[in-house]
């Protein structure tokens, strides 16, 4: 069964570094997004990407952030210099027709940890 | 602005009980999409039920289904005949028809199914 698969499950970085999440979508999905859940609290939308461009994006996605989708398979989220409150589990999905479906595909998240 | 709320942040049932989730939502919008996501512990979320708020009747699928209350804004999951593959943590959700693709989340209930 195809899946969402996310690398890596856990990073651990400092404070000021450059972080890349990673993401394989499903391989016929055009809809894809990073939602991030800080510890105890809610699921957060990030942002959505489709037709090679963001579509939409939240308040939390400042210009710290990026995302790329460089080779038509992989879908990566870019923190440029993290902070401590970037510490969050960081979930990737994708869709074959959008969010209004529900049937959004999640991996299992990264877990990033900012000292 | 839309918010999820699930006021159980845990719940436990016996296996073959029913048991059942709350969630209230608040929006301005008249046309959105209510949803139930499941997250098995350590592995992805995947949707359970999905509503149209413009649907009278409720959704069902197999043992789950929804008592969805409009006036009132509550989303509730009810689970029939528990199994102990239900253990999982339960996601209530929202979606603003009309291109948004913004999932707004609970906070979760975390469910336990016990033998």
């Known amino acids: 069964e195809p899946e969402v698969t996310q690398t890596p499950s856990h990073q651990v970085t400092q404070m000021g570094q450059e972080v890349i999440l990673r993401c394989v979508p499903i391989?016929?999905?055009?809809?894809f997004y990073w939602y991030r859940q800080i510890l105890g609290q809610k699921v957060e939308f990030l942002v959505s990407f489709y037709n090679n461009e963001i579509s939409e994006k939240s308040e939390i996605f400042d210009d710290q952030f990026s995302v790329e989708r460089p080779d038509g398979s992989n879908f990566t989220l870019k923190i440029r210099s993290t902070k401590l409150e970037d510490s969050a589990m960081y979930f990737c999905?994708?869709?074959?027709?959008?969010?209004?479906?529900?049937?959004?595909?999640f991996g299992e998240g990264s877990r990033l940890t900012v000292l | 602005a839309q918010t999820v709320t699930q006021s159980q942040p845990e719940m436990s049932v016996q296996e073959a009980e029913t048991v059942t989730l709350s969630c209230t939502y608040d929006?301005?919008?008249?046309?959105?999409?209510l949803f139930w996501y499941k997250q098995p512990p350590s592995r992805q979320m995947i949707l359970v039920i999905r509503?149209?708020?413009?649907?009278?009747q409720n959704a069902t699928e197999n043992r789950f289904s929804v008592n969805f209350q409009k006036a009132a804004k509550s989303f509730s999951l009810k689970i029939s005949d528990s199994q102990l593959g239900d253990t999982a943590m339960y996601f209530c959700a929202s979606l603003i028809q009309g291109g948004s693709e913004k999932l707004v989340f609970g906070k979760g209930t975390k469910l336990t199914v016990n033998p």
């Open positions: 391989s016929n999905h055009l809809y």
């Open positions: 999905a994708s869709s074959s027709q959008g969010a209004v479906t529900g049937e959004l595909f």
């Open positions: 509503q149209e708020a413009y649907k009278q």
């Open positions: 929006t301005s919008e008249n046309n959105y999409y």
